[in-house]
């Protein structure tokens, strides 16, 4: 339960923007930021799941999230949102590139359109989302990033992710360089295997988890809610003096 961890005064009334916000990380993200009475816009394109968490947030108590179902592949679409959300929460305070696509792939039978495909999920719509958003955004703003500790590990049969997830971490420190001095940090959170619906269906089985047990200082699940309790604290004024910062959730793995 979220009542059982710190609340952030400074993140009421803040307004924050993420990309794929509809299920996992991404809706424990939307979920964690309305109850600490931030003003959340996301976008992503499973609306009838984002539906399902706006009436779990309302039932909160809190404001149904702003919404727009759109591919973040599509530039114009994307920073269009940014831009109309800001419009109508009066700005932007925060900014959590969190979309993604961790399909496995055949180095060998990637071709050039594939291979571009993973990257504009994986990369490019992180960066045009954050190009919008330091448009917008006033000292004191955060862009929180999502790589991956698999771009500390390099696993096989994912090669376009591991790389996509490896250039964000760069990103990030460039970033964090070039707009410190107007106030704005950028970080990056790298989490482990998280337990989302998605892992469940697809690749965690009960021998992969016991087998990633194994490998974790803490023997327990990481959870979507875990990831959005850290994303709280570097959105928030308490993380004011961090950035350009790579931060690692897995329980102990690397």
């Known amino acids: 339960m979220m ?125 045009f989302a954050t190009q919008a958003a330091l448009r917008l955004m006033p000292a004191g703003g955060s862009i929180i990033n999502f790589s991956s500790i698999n771009a500390l590990l390099g696993p096989a049969g994912m090669p376009a992710y591991v790389a996509a997830k490896s250039a964000i971490v760069g990103l990030t420190r460039a970033l964090a360089r070039q707009y410190g001095p107007q106030g704005v940090r950028v970080n990056c959170i790298l989490p482990g295997w998280v337990v989302t619906d998605r892992q469940l269906a697809l690749w965690l089985t009960p021998e992969a988890e016991a087998a990633w047990m194994e490998q974790v200082a803490l023997k327990e699940r990481i959870l979507p809610a875990d990831v959005a309790n850290l994303a709280l604290f570097m959105a928030a004024d308490d993380s004011r003096m961090i950035t350009g910062q790579s931060l690692v959730i897995d329980g102990g793995r690397v």
């Open 3 to 127: 009542s059982q961890f710190a609340t952030y005064p400074s993140l009421a009334g803040r307004r924050v923007f993420i990309t794929g916000g509809a299920s996992g990380i991404g809706a424990a993200l939307v979920a964690a930021f309305a109850t600490q009475g931030a003003v959340v816009g996301h976008v992503d394109l499973a609306a009838e799941a984002a539906a399902t968490l706006a009436q779990a947030v309302v039932a909160t108590g809190q404001p149904a999230p702003w919404f727009r179902a759109l591919d973040v592949t599509d530039t114009a679409a994307l920073q269009a949102a940014i831009a109309d959300f800001a419009a109508t929460a009066g700005g932007l305070d925060v900014l959590i590139n969190n979309v993604a696509n961790d399909s496995r792939h055949d180095p060998l039978a990637v071709d050039e359109a594939g291979w571009r495909s993973l990257m504009a999920v994986n990369l490019d719509c992180g960066f």
